[in-house]
């Protein structure tokens, strides 16, 4: 079985910086993408940033110049550096993965609080 199990969420004032961590653990050939998606209240589940094995990123505009996405593949895990936090950015953070086993397996993590106030 392989699973996401993400870290760093939490409360913090518009301005500061929050960084969230998602480990990959279990029986697996290897991790392709990886990625992080958010849903705020009332809202639909939204692409945040993505990253290649080959550390590819993409970024939604609203976070652009803001947050960072990164990866240390030794350790199967993906980070998010979120800077600059906007109360906008209020939201349940997802973490995704492609992984490969004896079959390709889309990956989501149970998701992380982040909180921003204003």
């Known amino acids: 079985q392989v699973q996401l199990v993400e870290s760093g969420g939490g409360l913090v004032q518009a301005g500061r910086s929050l960084r969230l961590s998602c480990a990959a653990s279990?029986?697996?050939?290897?991790?392709?993408?990886m990625g992080w998606y958010r849903q705020a209240p009332g809202k639909q589940r939204e692409l945040v940033a993505t990253?290649?094995?080959?550390?590819?990123?993409n970024y939604a505009d609203s976070v652009k110049g803001r947050f960072t996405i990164s990866r240390d593949n030794a350790k199967n895990t993906v980070y998010l550096q979120m800077n600059s936090l906007k109360p906008e950015d209020t939201a349940v953070y997802y973490c995704?993965?492609?992984?490969?086993?004896?079959?390709?397996?889309?990956?989501w993590g149970q998701g992380t609080l982040v909180t921003v106030s204003s």
């Open positions: 990253i290649t094995s080959g550390d590819s990123t």
């Open positions: 279990g029986r697996f050939v290897r991790i392709n993408a």
């Open positions: 995704n993965a492609a992984a490969v086993t004896t079959r390709y397996l889309e990956l």
